[in-house]
């Protein structure tokens, strides 16, 4: 292992956040720190604290919780929104607050509309605030290569000697080169006389689909940080992914020769995590952690990998934390045998989770008997909701057919009550959505469904991601619903939805 450390800056909950139709909840954003946190990243951005009242909870609440990893808010270089960032992270053990201004001539004129002299100034200004409260401060250079380099290296100059010990140069709109960027780093290197008071972070965006050979080229020439997120999620392309990072510094060490600090066989965890609760599916063929990153379809490959795994594999399923061992459970195995599985997937649960957990899964085996480590996935995350289930469902009935109008017979509980409706509808799950609403009171407007079979057999478990809009909170709600009736999986998903929307009420 190599010396020179590279740290890892996660930015899932803040640009990763920022996806279009990601929308995470308090909950979920502090189920996702802590596993940042178990896969080792040196730097959390739980958010930008003066977006709205929930973000700053939510940074707030981060800071409360993790122990491990710096915590770090986004804020412009105004007072209102660096106290605002302060106050956010003031409760974390190691916290960092992060401001930004451009500097590219495009942003400097025509978005902010102030001279070059005043962007100094508010920039050194700001950095200066900022440490009052907070020891550590960085300072992004927002659209960093798109500036004029020497005007860059005043900025990175005068922010140092205000305060700043991390210098970030990202690269907003995925616009620079490999070549290019390590040049620019190399001149900030070069030609800014404080630089080494001071770390430098590199930012990448994937508009070019280069975000992670950028980031990776900045390493080369010196840089210190890696801004990055889970399944390189974020504004428009997305930012650098995280595990292609992490993965191509500790497989092709001879060329990078640095480390870092992440446990790599937390990846998949995080990565499964970070989709199931943004509802941004995971590309099949994605590296490090796609379906078919580790799967060998021809005949030449298969038979090589038999031989000898390395002649087509360069890092192990494992090294990811992918389990490759094939154990399948059935109906005859017991309790102790799915609690045994269950550690070794890496799942942490109470007695009563478990064995709520097991009577579904001898439900489930009983239907499909042969249970595999996806389904077992599939009925844990059902189990661990990040919001409470106001109301669940007790029984469902639904006739639908060639030549019926669909109906659906409802029957829910909420806190010990029960409450029953009946609707018709233009299908089957049009149906059910209607009594759930009637029941409810709570009326949403369906933005995207999707139903996909979790394993390959016809027994097996189906999942529903619904997205709702509901007007009277102005808000777009991801719901999840697992079963093997694919209309149960879907009544639970839009379940799941009204009653993450009636935490708004
Ligand atoms: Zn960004």
């Given at each position: 292992m190599s010396s020179r450390i590279v740290k890892i800056f996660d930015t899932t909950l803040r640009d990763g956040e920022q996806s279009p139709g990601a929308s995470l909840n308090i909950e979920e954003k502090i189920a996702i720190a802590k596993q940042l946190e178990k896969l080792g990243v040196d730097v959390i951005e739980a958010g930008f604290a003066?977006?709205?009242?929930?973000?700053?909870?939510?940074?707030?609440?981060?800071?409360?919780?993790?122990?491990?990893?710096?915590?770090?808010?986004l804020s412009r270089t105004v007072k209102p929104d660096i106290e605002k960032a302060l106050e956010a992270i003031k409760p974390a053990s190691r916290k960092r607050l992060h401001t930004f201004i451009a500097t590219s001539p495009?942003?400097?004129?025509?978005?902010?509309?102030?001279?070059?002299?005043?962007v100094l100034e508010a920039a050194v200004e700001a950095v200066k605030y900022a440490r009052n409260g907070c020891e550590e401060v960085e300072f992004s250079a927002e659209d960093a290569t798109r500036s004029d380099w020497d005007y860059l290296c005043k900025v990175v100059e005068s922010v140092i000697n205000a305060g700043a010990s991390v210098v970030n140069l990202p690269d907003t709109v995925g616009y620079t080169t490999p070549v290019e960027y390590a040049d620019l780093i190399k001149y900030i290197k070069n030609n800014v006389p404080n630089i080494d008071k001071a770390e430098?972070?590199?930012?990448?965006h994937n508009d070019l689909g280069m975000a992670v050979a950028n980031s990776l080229s900045a390493v080369l020439a010196?840089?210190?940080?890696?801004?990055?997120?889970?399944?390189?999620?974020?504004?428009?392309?997305?930012?650098?992914?995280?595990?292609?990072i992490v993965m191509a510094i500790k497989i092709r060490n001879d060329i990078y020769k640095v480390s870092t600090n992440i446990n790599t066989k937390e990846i998949y965890r995080a990565s499964r995590l970070v989709s199931k609760l943004t509802g941004i599916d995971i590309q099949r063929n994605k590296a490090i952690v796609g379906k078919n990153a580790f799967a060998h379809e021809a005949g030449i490959h298969q038979d090589g990998v038999i031989k000898e795994k390395s002649t087509y594999e360069i890092m192990k399923p494992e090294d990811v934390g992918i389990d490759s061992s094939s154990l399948v459970l059935g109906k005859h195995s017991g309790k102790h045998g799915l609690e045994k599985r269950l550690i070794e997937l890496g799942y942490q649960l109470t007695k009563e989770q478990i064995e709520d957990i097991f009577e579904k899964f001898k439900v489930l085996a009983d239907k499909k008997k042969e249970v595999y480590?996806?389904?077992?996935?599939?009925?844990?995350?059902?189990?661990?909701?990040?919001?409470?289930?106001?109301?669940?469902?007790?029984?469902?009935?639904?006739?639908?057919?060639?030549?019926?109008?669909?109906?659906?017979?409802i029957k829910l509980s909420k806190n010990g009550e029960i409450f029953e409706d009946a609707a018709l509808g233009d299908g089957p799950v049009d149906a059910v959505y209607k009594a759930l609403e009637r029941?409810?009171?709570?009326?949403?407007?369906?933005k995207f469904?999707?139903?996909?079979?979790?394993?390959?057999?016809?027994?097996?478990?189906?999942?529903?991601?619904?997205?709702?809009?509901?007007?009277?909170?102005?808000?777009?709600?991801?719901?999840?619903g697992v079963a093997t009736d694919?209309?149960?999986?879907?009544?639970?998903?839009?379940?799941?939805?009204?009653?993450?929307?009636?935490m708004y009420i």
């Amino acid at each position: 292992m190599s010396s020179r450390i590279v740290k890892i800056f996660d930015t899932t909950l803040r640009d990763g956040e920022q996806s279009p139709g990601a929308s995470l909840n308090i909950e979920e954003k502090i189920a996702i720190a802590k596993q940042l946190e178990k896969l080792g990243v040196d730097v959390i951005e739980a958010g930008f604290a003066a977006a709205s009242p929930g973000d700053f909870e939510a940074i707030n609440t981060i800071a409360k919780t993790i122990k491990n990893s710096t915590i770090a808010s986004l804020s412009r270089t105004v007072k209102p929104d660096i106290e605002k960032a302060l106050e956010a992270i003031k409760p974390a053990s190691r916290k960092r607050l992060h401001t930004f201004i451009a500097t590219s001539p495009i942003h400097v004129e025509k978005k902010l509309k102030m001279s070059y002299e005043a962007v100094l100034e508010a920039a050194v200004e700001a950095v200066k605030y900022a440490r009052n409260g907070c020891e550590e401060v960085e300072f992004s250079a927002e659209d960093a290569t798109r500036s004029d380099w020497d005007y860059l290296c005043k900025v990175v100059e005068s922010v140092i000697n205000a305060g700043a010990s991390v210098v970030n140069l990202p690269d907003t709109v995925g616009y620079t080169t490999p070549v290019e960027y390590a040049d620019l780093i190399k001149y900030i290197k070069n030609n800014v006389p404080n630089i080494d008071k001071a770390e430098i972070s590199v930012h990448c965006h994937n508009d070019l689909g280069m975000a992670v050979a950028n980031s990776l080229s900045a390493v080369l020439a010196g840089a210190d940080q890696i801004e990055c997120t889970i399944n390189g999620i974020g504004e428009r392309a997305g930012n650098a992914s995280l595990e292609e990072i992490v993965m191509a510094i500790k497989i092709r060490n001879d060329i990078y020769k640095v480390s870092t600090n992440i446990n790599t066989k937390e990846i998949y965890r995080a990565s499964r995590l970070v989709s199931k609760l943004t509802g941004i599916d995971i590309q099949r063929n994605k590296a490090i952690v796609g379906k078919n990153a580790f799967a060998h379809e021809a005949g030449i490959h298969q038979d090589g990998v038999i031989k000898e795994k390395s002649t087509y594999e360069i890092m192990k399923p494992e090294d990811v934390g992918i389990d490759s061992s094939s154990l399948v459970l059935g109906k005859h195995s017991g309790k102790h045998g799915l609690e045994k599985r269950l550690i070794e997937l890496g799942y942490q649960l109470t007695k009563e989770q478990i064995e709520d957990i097991f009577e579904k899964f001898k439900v489930l085996a009983d239907k499909k008997k042969e249970v595999y480590d996806e389904d077992l996935h599939a009925l844990v995350e059902d189990k661990i909701k990040f919001s409470p289930s106001l109301y669940e469902i007790v029984s469902l009935q639904v006739s639908s057919g060639t030549n019926i109008t669909p109906t659906a017979t409802i029957k829910l509980s909420k806190n010990g009550e029960i409450f029953e409706d009946a609707a018709l509808g233009d299908g089957p799950v049009d149906a059910v959505y209607k009594a759930l609403e009637r029941i409810t009171f709570v009326k949403g407007q369906l933005k995207f469904y999707e139903i996909k079979s979790i394993t390959e057999s016809r027994e097996a478990l189906g999942e529903a991601i619904v997205k709702v809009y509901f007007a009277n909170i102005d808000k777009n709600i991801l719901g999840r619903g697992v079963a093997t009736d694919v209309i149960e999986a879907s009544a639970k998903a839009y379940l799941d939805a009204i009653n993450k929307a009636l935490m708004y009420i």
